[in-house]
């Protein structure tokens, strides 16, 4: 069959439908809360040489990190020849192209006409892979083996078999393997139902249809993110953003340096001038940083684009290893959704620069991952892992959205309701935080506060966040965002402040942990403010009189 | 008027029903006649700022068209879009919330996941009653039910003042857990009924008792919002009935495919508010059942939406929740899936060379450019016209005139250049693309409960359905198309032939196993008692009342839960059984061994409504063939015939490619298609093997 226009279009728009119909067999057959009610996963298309074609609406730092992880598996780890279309391989490895251990990517090969057309891919964040903390998001490991089970790339499916071994194996070093390999079935499920939808596809057009179809849609995406690019201004804009800590070696920030080259239809990004790779979790592989870098050029364009590989192609990232944007193993690098999200920041506010219209102050910058192990005198353990999140950054026309999911994640929350239900634990509070957003002539979006209670006699409390000592910042005289902030009131009324991150911190019945997250920053001058939209503010309480 | 009461049992012994479906720009009308199993079609202009002023128009108009008196019209079943233009529009009251003390936010938080990755300037999820309104009240239940707080009764008079400072109009009450424990919510109404007897108060227990408060919050505070709203409406219906002895039990349609009484619709209209759909899926519901089809996959194709239904077996699928504009409503609706694609579908290039079609829409202002009305932009029905499947001298039966010189140079100017195509390729082209997108959602629609399409006959309507339905069908595999009568006031047809729907549900998550069943069993009976006393309040007769019990089950530890029905007087092993089966199905794997969670138990009360039988329509006696015009099909310009609908006789068989003509609608047979009457006035296209 010929491919004109019409017949790319609308082989792309199913692509796309496949990657949906692999995302709602995940969140309608996972069991975790992380993955079920966070929405903590992603699914995707691939062509036969692993480039992204097609993408669920879900994780940003997940689906543009999948492409860099499957490329190199066929590089490095997995025999392309031996890789059979009745065998699901999966990896969490950081060092084989992933990007930290909670995350297991799976990916399964399509076949048609006896020759490989596709891959599909499905990556949940588990609720916990072992590791010295529950949900596996330890703050002060320094080496990746403290992190948790670390999986290279193998065949947990072979020949449509089932690898009992690994499953087995799995369960013995996780703390809640009934959920995590409830989750991992989910995900097989999502693939047999990407690459049906696949061969579908393919018994229509043909093998040679879908291979050159995949090749111009890639096209197509890298001709519009070019033609936005070629609209931006030539030149070098530099911008830093700090991380607080590494959580080992305090008071020491890490440094987020980009340097961004625009040239015609290109952009080059030298991260160069970033820290070296810090001792604790706060690192980053190059999977993950390159995701930040891509999501940042690809909300930058003003032009409409399919999100997929082919929008990588006009941007070129210089990140030299031993950086902690490129950290060398062994490295720890669980926390490197913080290197992903401030460097996001930082690119913002190099592209700030170049696209001063379109481009919003710092949103929150942060997952604030905390966990919570129960631990009842004559039941289970129960593991909660939250992520919680903040303000979005003023826009240059709008004011920043409290609570919102912003940049490299996309978390939903938890309901109160649920976690209550679960196990022995108690939400007390559940809140916009006053005053958090940074005020400009548009103001930023409020954080959140959340309070949570423990019922059981002994509980651990594990947090990995950040920007409590640099504040997200404001653009074009716009003022900063509220730090975070993390309070352990004791059973007793006494209130102590903990530290950001902190690993397996020993609770009782009756104690409370209080988090406080930050707000977007201000975009503009506070005294330009439409003074109406000054005394709404006072009148709700976003702002604090 | 006067609601349905104990002493008057169902159905009433006159000879009319009328369904009335309330829509945007004209209010469609059916009207049983019993005393000849004649059903009729009337049309008139909606009313927008009182529709029930357009709805007794349509009324008088039938009665002296079709010859009954209006003291004959029993019963009047009513389709409305009263409280769903009420949200859409924020014509709401001014309401406020009363929220467990520390949680007033929840409402605004949301569950904060965005629908689209890669924008900037996000705009904030709506949410219908600011800071200001929300308040707190010091109180909190546990997850068991147990008290851990008990409610603060000296700080309700607090509250009350404050109530009575913010002006509210309506109050929401949802506090935490109580979908177990509904007290603290219950003494907060009578507390403050007592002290405002006039302010309409929603709890979230009794219109939406299930888990996660974010979604029932949602809920409570729009059915709290639309109270007043709704009621007026129904004020003024009820002043406008009782003229010219026209004194029919009227019935409002709901969002679960059933009606209510007007006490349940006063109450919780957010029962009406995706009341839609109802009508067009229960039209599926009605022809599956005359035409002998069990299995119907029906597609609604209008100007800005395309949405799809299923009839599985005879039933139309029913989902426990849905949206409106963004906003969650937690109740039982009838499972639409509604993508952003119709014949108002703009088409563009983009920089990639990427040929789209929507979402953007030109709507009916100023729509496609043949209307030319300022439109500029080629849209579907551009594309359409340009081929020569729409007729620019017969467009709604000739009522208005299609601009074709100007629509080809719009293709051309967007579409065409930009690709290198000639007009004809470059609208072929457009149709293509949109076709598939139809042909995606249908197959989404099908493939979420692991149904295959072959297994489906495709019914299709709306005003630009039936230009797309064969391409559609051929695009999924689907070998037999419906084009029911009167496709344009289907959705009347529907309402005609509904019953009285109760839904009922309680959230408690219990295992599956022998241990719980005390538990399931008083929590059913509970349930089942409640709904026979409804549909008793309702007027309807024991002998014909029907409960369904069902279930949502879901592996211990998922989120998402399938509702199962419960078949077997409380046989746990058998419907945990068809969860099982359920499961694989929808989702290709189970696990017998795995636990098994109830988290909400659900009864349906039904109230059956007589279904007198209709008769068939009298051919007229004008030639069927009208005469053929010049079409672009198969890359080539041919004479196509053309059929005039309404005079099709029985014996005639279309063959494809043909174009049928109707009044307010025109269809496409594709090639390898066939088409003729088939019952219930039906035309069915199937499709050879080509």
Redesign the interface.
């Known amino acids: 069959m010929p491919l004109g226009p019409i017949e790319i279009e609308v082989i792309r728009n199913a692509l796309t439908a496949a990657a949906a119909e692999m995302d709602v067999t995940v969140w309608r057959t996972s069991r975790s809360t992380i993955v079920r009610e966070l929405l903590d996963y992603s699914t995707a298309v691939f062509d036969a040489e692993g480039n992204n074609l097609a993408q669920s609406a879900r994780i940003p730092g997940h689906l543009n990190s999948m492409s860099h992880l499957l490329r190199e598996l066929l590089d490095r780890w997995v025999d392309p020849a031996s890789w059979g279309h009745e065998d699901v391989v999966i990896t969490n490895d950081p060092y084989c192209g992933g990007q930290h251990l909670p995350d297991i990517v799976a990916f399964k090969p399509v076949e048609h006409e006896g020759r490989r057309i596709a891959f599909v891919g499905t990556l949940c964040h588990h609720i916990d892979v072992g590791g010295l903390a529950a949900g596996s998001y330890a703050a002060k490991a320094i080496e990746i083996f403290q992190e948790g089970l670390r999986i290279p790339p193998l065949k947990l499916i072979e020949n449509g078999v089932r690898n009992e071994g690994v499953w087995a194996m799995i369960r013995q070093n996780v703390r809640k393997p009934e959920l995590l390999l409830g989750d991992l079935s989910s995900q097989i499920a999502s693939l047999e139902v990407g690459a049906a939808a696949l061969r579908r596809l393919a018994a229509r057009y043909g093998a040679d249809s879908m291979i050159e179809a995949g090749r111009r849609i890639l096209d197509m995406s890298e001709a519009a993110i070019r033609a936005a690019i070629r609209r931006m201004p030539d030149g070098t804009y530099e911008f830093t953003d700090f991380l607080d800590d590494d959580g080992i070696d305090l008071d020491q920030p890490i440094r987020l340096h980009v340097k961004l080259t625009v040239a015609g239809d290109a952009i080059a990004v030298d991260l160069s001038g970033c820290s070296p790779q810090v001792t604790g979790p706060t690192n980053a592989t190059l999977a993950s940083s390159n995701s930040a870098v891509m999501f940042a050029i690809m909300t930058a364009c003003d032009e409409p684009f399919a999100a997929n590989a082919g929008c990588y192609r006009p941007v070129t990232t210089i990140a030299p290893e031993g950086l902690v944007v490129n950290a060398r193993f062994p490295a720890p690098v669980v926390h490197r959704v913080a290197v992903t999200h401030r460097l996001l920041n930082a690119m913002y506010g190099a592209l700030h620069q170049v696209v001063p219209d379109r481009i919003p102050a710092a949103y929150y910058g942060n997952s604030y991952v905390c966990t919570f192990q129960t631990i009842p005198q004559d039941a289970p353990r129960e593991v909660l892992v939250e992520i919680e999140i903040g303000g979005s950054g003023a826009h240059p026309a709008k004011d920043g959205v409290n609570a919102f999911a912003s940049g490299m994640h996309n978390n939903s929350n938890i309901p109160i309701e649920m976690i209550e239900s679960q196990m022995p634990l108690t939400v007390t509070h559940y809140a916009l935080r006053d005053g958090s957003g940074g005020a400009g002539m548009r103001r930023g979006g409020l954080g959140l506060t959340r309070e949570w209670r423990v019922d059981s006699d002994r509980a651990l409390f594990t947090a990995n966040m950040d920007r409590f000592v640099h504040a997200p910042y404001g653009l074009a005289g716009g003022g900063p965002a509220a730090v975070g902030r993390l309070t352990l009131t004791r059973a007793d009324g006494q209130e102590l402040p903990l530290a950001p991150k902190s690993d397996n911190v020993p609770l009782v019945k009756g104690d409370r942990v209080r988090l406080d997250t930050s707000g977007g920053g201000g975009f503009g001058d506070p005294a330009a403010r439409d003074p109406d939209l000054v005394a709404r503010d006072r009148a709700l309480g976003y702002v604090r009189p | 008027m006067r609601a349905a009461e104990e002493d008057h049992p169902l159905p009433e012994p006159r000879p009319v029903r009328i369904a009335v479906d309330v829509g945007g720009t004209f209010t469609d009308l059916q009207v049983l006649d019993a005393r000849s199993g004649a059903v009729r079609a009337w049309k008139t202009p909606t009313t927008p700022e009182d529709p029930s002023i357009g709805l007794m128009t349509g009324v008088r108009e039938a009665a002296s068209r079709f010859g009954f008196a209006l003291s004959d019209v029993g019963l009047l079943l009513h389709g409305t879009t009263i409280a769903t233009n009420a949200v859409l529009e924020r014509r709401l009251a001014r309401g406020a919330l009363l929220t467990t003390a520390?949680?007033?936010?929840?409402l605004?938080?949301?569950?904060?996941?965005?629908?689209?990755?890669?924008?900037?300037?996000?705009?904030?999820?709506p949410c219908l009653i600011?800071?200001?309104r929300r308040l707190g009240v010091p109180e909190r239940m546990?997850?068991d039910g147990g008290v851990?707080t008990p409610l603060d009764e000296g700080a309700v008079a607090g509250l009350i003042a404050r109530l009575d400072a913010l002006r509210a109009e309506a109050v929401a009450v949802c506090l935490?857990?109580s979908?177990v424990n509904p007290a603290h919510e219950r003494r907060l109404a009578e507390m403050i009924a007592a002290a405002r007897p006039g302010l309409p108060v929603t709890l979230s227990s009794d219109i939406s008792p299930e888990?996660?408060?974010?979604e029932r919050s949602s809920t409570t505070v729009l059915n709290a919002l639309l109270v007043p709203v709704v009621k007026a409406y129904l004020d003024r219906l009820e002043t406008r009935l009782g003229e010219g002895g026209f004194h029919p039990l009227v019935f409002l349609v709901q969002s679960n495919g059933g009606v209510c009484s007007l006490a349940t619709a006063a109450a919780q209209p957010a029962r009406l508010l995706l009341s839609g759909p109802s009508g067009g899926a229960l039209a599926a519901g009605r022809i599956a059942e005359l035409l002998g089809r069990p299995n119907l996959v029906a597609v609604d194709m209008g100007g800005t939406s395309f949405d799809v239904s299923v009839v599985q077996g005879g039933r139309i699928g029913v989902v426990t929740q849905g949206e409106i504009d963004g906003l969650p409503v937690r109740l039982p609706m009838v499972e639409m899936r509604t993508i952003g694609a119709g014949g108002g579908s703009i088409a563009g290039?983009?920089?990639?060379?990427?040929?789209?079609v929507g979402p953007r829409s030109a709507g009916a202002r100023p729509g496609p450019v043949a209307y030319g009305r300022g439109g500029a932009e080629p849209t579907v029905t551009d594309a359409n016209l340009a081929l020569g499947r729409l007729d620019p001298d017969y467009f709604l039966g000739g009522l208005m005139k299609l601009d074709m010189a100007a629509t080809r140079a719009a293709i051309a100017a967007k579409v065409g250049t930009p690709?290198g195509?000639a007009v004809e390729?470059a609208a072929?082209?457009m149709l293509?693309?949109t076709n598939?997108?139809l042909g995606?959602a249908v197959?989404?629609s099908l493939?979420?409960k692991g149904l295959d399409p072959r297994d489906f006959a495709l019914l299709s309507f709306g005003g630009a359905g039936g230009l797309h339905a064969t391409d559609v069908a051929t695009e999924m595999g689907i070998r037999e198309v419906i084009f029911p009568r009167e496709p344009g006031t289907l959705s009347a047809y529907g309402i005609l032939h509904s019953d009285l729907v109760q839904d009922l549900a309680r959230s408690r998550?219990l295992s599956a196993r022998p241990e719980s069943l005390p538990a399931i069993a008083a929590l059913v009976a509970e349930l089942r008692e409640e709904a026979a006393a409804r549909l008793s309040r309702d007027g309807v007769a024991p002998e014909a009342q029907l409960l369904e019990v069902g279930a949502d089950m879901r592996?211990?530890?998922?989120?998402?839960e399938l509702l199962v029905p419960w078949l077997e007087a409380l046989d746990l092993v058998a419907l945990t059984a068809r969860f099982h089966a359920m499961?694989r199905q929808?989702?290709?794997?189970a696990?017998e061994r795995?636990a098994v969670e109830i988290v909400t138990l659900r009864v349906t009360a039904i109230g059956r409504l007589p279904k007198p039988a209709s008769g068939e329509p009298a051919p007229s006696g004008r030639p069927a063939l009208k005469g053929s015009r010049r079409v672009f099909e198969d890359g080539a310009w041919r004479d196509v015939p053309v059929w005039d609908r309404d005079a099709l006789p029985p014996e005639d068989r279309i063959t494809g490619p043909a174009i049928v003509e109707e009044a307010f609608a025109t269809h496409w047979i594709g090639r390898s298609w066939t088409a003729s009457l088939g019952p219930a006035g039906a035309l069915i296209a199937t499709r050879s093997d080509a």
């Open positions: 520390g949680f007033e936010d929840v605004e938080i949301t569950r904060h996941v965005r629908k689209e990755l890669y924008v900037v300037d996000p705009d904030p999820f600011p800071r200001d546990r997850a851990e935490l857990h979908y888990i996660r408060e974010y290039v983009d920089a990639g060379g990427r040929l789209t690709l195509l390729p072929q082209g293509t693309v598939a997108n995606a197959r989404l493939f979420e998550v592996y211990r530890g998922q989120a998402f499961h929808r989702f290709s794997y696990d795995d």
